[in-house]
């Protein structure tokens, strides 16, 4: 039985929150501070373990009218995840359960998970993992009636977010 121990790579790693689901226009950020692992045994994902601090960067593409929410200052927003549970369904399915907090509001959120690479060079070992999901703005404290749009788009019922995490071997 091989087990196999790796951790989060923060410089390879990204967080993306879009505005629209069918548009390729992501919320400008970066990564403050993460942290994680991730356990393999006989070349099965058995746990993964993801936090991280976001920080919104106010952005001259958006634009705010009637705001009472998310992204409702022009200072910078932040953004925590700390993940509760990973649970593997098959080779294809895997969700992680954190809580996710926008707005000093946080909610327990379950995304899709997906083993998109795997590597072993020179004795150390690289896989790269995503993670998928989709939020509801008024779960935020984000009203549908508020007009927020970047580059003239305006945001969805729901907002999608993604991440890339790259995890390493010691």
Request: proline share 0%; charged share 30%.
């Amino acid at each position: 039985m091989q087990v196999l121990s790796l951790e989060l790579n923060q410089k390879q790693s990204n967080f993306f929150i879009k505005a629209r689901k069918n548009l390729a226009s992501y919320l400008k950020n970066t990564i403050q501070h993460s942290s994680g692992f991730m356990e393999i045994r006989n070349d099965v994902i058995e746990n993964v373990f993801i936090r991280f601090d976001l920080e919104i960067e106010d952005d001259h593409r958006i634009v705010r009218k009637d705001f009472k929410g998310f992204l409702r200052r022009s200072k910078n927003e932040k953004v925590h995840f700390e993940s509760l549970s990973f649970q593997r369904i098959n080779d294809n399915i895997s969700f992680i359960k954190g809580e996710l907090t926008i707005n000093k509001i946080t909610k327990i959120v379950e995304l899709e998970a997906y083993l998109k690479k795997e590597e072993n060079r020179k004795g150390k070992s690289k896989v790269v993992f995503d993670i998928v999901g989709e939020i509801n703005k008024k779960d935020f404290g984000l009203g549908l009636d508020e007009r927020i749009s970047i580059n003239g788009v305006g945001f969805g019922k729901n907002i999608n977010i993604e991440g890339n995490f790259e995890f390493l071997s010691n």
